[in-house]
């Protein structure tokens, strides 16, 4: 194998490294798409995280992570003909000039709202969706549900399809939880309606003008705290949440909710 070291590495170096690594590695030989999609999805949150952490240093590294993944892909194509790396590199780009008409042609956009309205209705035109439905059955079906609600709803509100204020609404979510309530008692499909409730939370969350994502992740943080305070507080009386009551785990439950809560206050 001829591959020379060097100092510093650019985009290139990375391709031509893939290539060796196709042909040379026993395990990078072996892969196909389907075997390292997860791959790609966990490189891509570790991206996200760096970001929200605000670490350039991890997000330089997790951002290398998700390129080496766009490279892989296209390797595997170009080694049976269908496309290569430069194929995808002049599909973004043709799409990126073809999108940006208020830079690269004649249309005139003064403001962010009227470059976003452009791209949407040129990405219409360009995927031939005539309404809003063509639209929403184009969101990923791949998408975590909860991302593909958000986006097919929110779709559905610039058509102009929601609810006329904040109580309208919160109380659809009642009513759809009244309903699982009645499916588990044997009237009705529990699973639909368990289904109906989220996506009824997730309307009534953008409606009030919230980030569904957001809120329940930080929700996850906030049971995480008060979970690893009971567990504590269990351990501490010689004990494990398997062994403890109902009555101590309460109690600990809603101590560090009190704590919160004063917190809050201060």
């Known amino acids: ?31 196909t798409h389907l075997s ?6 966990e490189e891509t949150y570790e991206a996200i995280e760096a970001i929200d ?29 269908t496309f290569n790396i430069n194929d995808v590199c002049d599909g973004i780009c043709k799409k990126l000039i073809y999108r940006h008409p208020h830079i690269f042609a004649n249309f005139h956009a003064k ?45 559905a509100i610039k058509a ?24 588990y008692n044997g009237n009705g499909n529990l699973e639909e309606e368990i289904g109906d409730v ?6 009534a969350t953008l409606h009030l003008g919230f980030d569904p994502d957001k809120l329940l992740s930080a929700t996850c943080d906030k049971f995480i705290d008060r979970f690893e305070y009971v567990e504590n507080g269990i351990i501490s009386q010689n004990s494990t949440i398997k062994d403890a009551t109902d009555e101590q785990i309460m109690t600990l439950w809603n101590e560090k909710k009190t704590l919160e809560k004063s917190k809050t206050v201060d």
């Open 111 to 155: 403001t962010s709202d009227e470059v976003l309205s452009n791209w949407d209705e040129l990405k219409k035109k360009e995927k031939g969706h005539t309404t809003t439905a063509d639209s929403m059955r184009s969101v990923s079906k791949s998408l975590p549900a909860m991302m593909r609600a958000t986006k097919v709803r929110k779709k």
């Open 53 to 81: 952490t605000n670490d350039p240093i991890l997000l330089r590294e997790e951002l290398g992570d998700v390129l080496l993944q766009v490279v892989f892909h296209s390797q595997m194509e170009a080694e049976v003909g």
């Open 1 to 31: 194998m001829q591959f020379k070291t060097k100092a510093s590495y650019n985009f290139e170096d990375l391709v031509e490294i893939m290539q060796v690594l196709r042909k040379e590695c026993p395990w990078d030989k072996e892969q």
């Open 160 to 183: 102009g399809f929601d609810f006329c204020n904040g109580q309208d609404a919160l109380q659809k979510v009642q009513e759809e939880l009244t309903e699982t309530i009645e499916a």
């Open 36 to 41: 390292i999609r997860s791959n790609f999805l």
């Open 198 to 203: 989220f996506f009824s939370l997730i309307n």
